[in-house]
């Protein structure tokens, strides 16, 4: 049995919220964080997109350095040292994202080409690169333990709370902060629009129902903190065991997707030497694309048969946060173990083709552990098991 590690505190930036009750309350009340995006062309589309002000949020310094993955990435992480009350000096950070600061990238190689070398801005040069916001992020809070960017795609943000988790038990670090942190930018947005991935604004966005016709993108960043050597009573929950796949058919065949997912939930189980019967509650990371959402559904039926326990889709109202997307699923975890809601994110209670096990309704029920599952678009897979006792 591996060792748990502690959670002791998180910080977050989102369209829902800037908490974890704050997103935990959304969900259970039925809203959600979309807004016509006018950044990212005419006619607007409508996107999961955060509205906030850099020299409000991070003050006292210029943050000119910082793009704006960069920026996430240093609000949630200073709320997440805050709420913990560590010491940044004995702390590290792990980041999970699928593009970094993709429009940062974009901008600098098309300034180059066209302009000449000569024109590059040296402040973009420096986050080029997809390690540059977990880099810029441990520079602006004095973080001098490790520092990692895990380019893990949408499984990302639960990869890189493995990751920290792993480096916790084996003597390598005693305190991290682990997450993930992604923008939205008009390349990004183009991508998934091309792909065919995207929900029109006038059509269904609704995770693990037969009716979505796609996702819907949305930007954030989310840290959790983990250490070891922590009294029980610190502790906001338990991160007990992970596991991660890969599908070498690249994601395109659901139910291979699913078999890959089933591989990464039973690592997962094993790493917490936990049997399927002890999961309360699945927080899924459908996101209402076809292959992702039959995947998630073809693993759950491989490891829970025809019972299922009850179904948390976080992404129906927040949207596809990709590489954060893992961190914001564990908040809401943490705020269920709190307050004892499962928050009801099925998009409607008459959709004849969800599950069972997903329900719109918010409901009253206690959870002492929970599974996490993430898939992304190009074979990924990761789970993750949290639960509210060490043991």
Request: with cysteine; net charge negative.
């Amino acid at each position: 049995m591996s060792t748990p590690v502690a959670i002791i505190g998180s910080g977050m930036i989102s369209a829902l919220g800037d908490d974890a009750g704050a997103l935990h309350d959304a969900l259970c009340d039925g809203r959600n964080g979309f807004s016509a995006n006018t950044t990212l062309g005419d006619p607007a589309p409508t996107t999961g997109g955060i509205d906030f002000d850099p020299r409000a949020a991070l003050p006292g310094r210029n943050f000119r350095p910082l793009d704006r993955t960069g920026r996430l990435a240093a609000v949630a992480a200073g709320r997440a040292l805050e709420d913990s009350a560590v010491d940044a000096s004995d702390c590290g950070l792990v980041l999970g994202t699928l593009f970094g600061g993709l429009h940062t990238i974009v901008g600098f190689d098309h300034r180059v080409v066209e302009a000449g070398p000569a024109y590059a801005k040296p402040l973009d040069f420096a986050n080029s690169v997809i390690n540059a916001a977990g880099g810029q992020t441990a520079i602006w809070h004095g973080l001098p333990g490790v520092n990692s960017t895990v380019a893990g795609g949408a499984t990302a943000g639960l990869q890189a709370l493995g990751y920290a988790a792993d480096l916790i038990r084996t003597g390598r670090a005693r305190t991290l902060l682990a997450g993930g942190a992604e923008e939205l930018s008009p390349e990004a947005w183009e991508a998934f629009r091309v792909a065919g991935l995207l929900a029109g604004d006038d059509e269904v966005a609704a995770p693990l129902s037969q009716q979505s016709r796609g996702l819907r993108l949305a930007e954030g960043a989310a840290f959790l903190t983990l250490q070891g050597d922590v009294e029980a009573e610190r502790a906001h929950g338990w991160l007990r065991g992970w596991g991660s796949a890969f599908d070498p058919q690249r994601g395109e065949q659901p139910e291979s997707m699913a078999r890959a997912l089933t591989r990464a939930i039973r690592a997962a189980l094993d790493d917490a030497a936990l049997e399927t019967d002890a999961i309360d509650a699945v927080w899924s990371g459908a996101n209402g694309t076809l292959v992702g959402d039959h995947a998630e559904l073809g693993a759950f039926e491989a490891i829970f048969g025809d019972a299922p326990p009850p179904t948390v889709a976080v992404k129906t109202r927040l949207g596809e946060a990709l590489g954060a997307a893992g961190a914001f699923q564990s908040l809401d975890v943490l705020a269920s173990f709190a307050d004892g809601r499962l928050a009801g994110t099925a998009w409607t209670d008459d959709d004849p083709t969800l599950p069972e096990s997903l329900f719109a309704t918010t409901r009253e029920q206690s959870i002492d552990v929970a599974l996490l599952t993430a898939t992304g678009l190009d074979g990924l897979t990761c789970a993750v098991v949290l639960s509210r006792e060490p043991s």
